[in-house]
């Protein structure tokens, strides 16, 4: 693994986002590559593929340029993106397929030279979603110090994981403050990309690190997207149907949950977080 120093960061965020099993529809590596797109920055390392990666499931990607072709093979990437407010060390790369104990360490190891006040993992699930509503973003943690600081929900999850439940859990005892947002993704319009959940993904990325963040065209391209899924959708009366007994459902759910125990709970947690941004003395 090849890096610069970390030392010179300006109050630095880790932002990771792991392709494939995590990442529905690619739209949390979508935003890391949106973030590298929209911003100045220089790259800070890698974690060479070569032990980490089964070439036969995360196959090398051959490209051809100008002055001939080359192989780009599997790696997590690590950039610095100066966003004007913050720096943001943007980590990607496809979810390993071998020794996760190794890796989660080695990468672990690597965020912590970066000091950061907060390591946030990117992922989208596909869901019962309907692509017609707002799509659900929720933000969790293990760590009850950042549960507090940040005003988020404790992860009770239990079951199969990924490599951000992984290296969530070896953050938590490494005492690195962490959590994960996750965007869900209509199961029936899963091919990326995705930008409604790119953009969802990015706007409660704002909230979370109290910047804004540059947003281009994605808001625009998650309304065509979204106009082409209704058209498309009307070309098949049973899909229709699919979606308008989503629609309902999602409708009535949304009404059932604005109960007073969780409209007192979202206030509460919105007076955490402006207790959290008053200056101390």
Do not use: C
């Not at 935003?31 to 890698?46: C, K, N, Q, S």
């Amino acid at each position: 693994m090849q890096h610069s120093s970390p030392d010179a960061l300006r109050n630095p965020a880790v932002v990771v986002a792991f392709s494939g099993w995590n990442d529905a529809g690619n739209a949390a590596s979508d935003i890391v590559a949106h973030l590298i797109a929209a911003y100045p920055g220089f790259d800070v390392g890698t974690i060479d593929g070569e032990r980490y990666y089964d070439f036969q499931a995360a196959r090398p990607m051959l490209h051809r340029a100008a002055d001939g072709p080359w192989i780009e093979w599997p790696a997590i990437r690590f950039r610095v993106v100066q966003h004007p407010d913050r720096d943001l060390v943007v980590v990607v790369g496809p979810e390993p397929n071998l020794l996760w104990r190794t890796f989660s360490a080695e990468i672990v190891g690597k965020i912590k030279e970066f000091s950061p006040e907060l390591v946030v993992f990117l992922g989208a699930m596909l869901s019962d979603t309907p692509h017609s509503r707002p799509l659900p973003v929720g933000t969790y943690t293990s760590d009850p110090h950042v549960e507090r600081r940040f005003g988020m929900e404790i992860s009770d999850y239990a079951g199969p994981t990924g490599m951000i439940g992984v290296v969530s859990q070896l953050m938590l005892h490494e005492r690195v403050p962490a959590a994960s947002v996750w965007v869900s993704v209509p199961h029936y319009v899963s091919t990326p990309p995705n930008p409604k959940a790119q953009d969802a993904l990015l706007t409660e990325l704002e909230t979370l690190l109290k910047i804004s963040l540059d947003h281009a065209s994605i808001p625009e391209d998650a309304e065509r997207w979204a106009t082409a899924v209704d058209q498309l959708s009307q070309q098949d009366p049973d899909i229709a149907e699919y979606i308008e007994q989503l629609e309902e459902a999602r409708d009535a759910e949304e009404v059932e949950g604005a109960t007073g125990d969780t409209i007192a709970a979202e206030l509460e947690k919105f007076l955490r977080k402006q207790g959290d941004d008053e200056p101390q003395p």
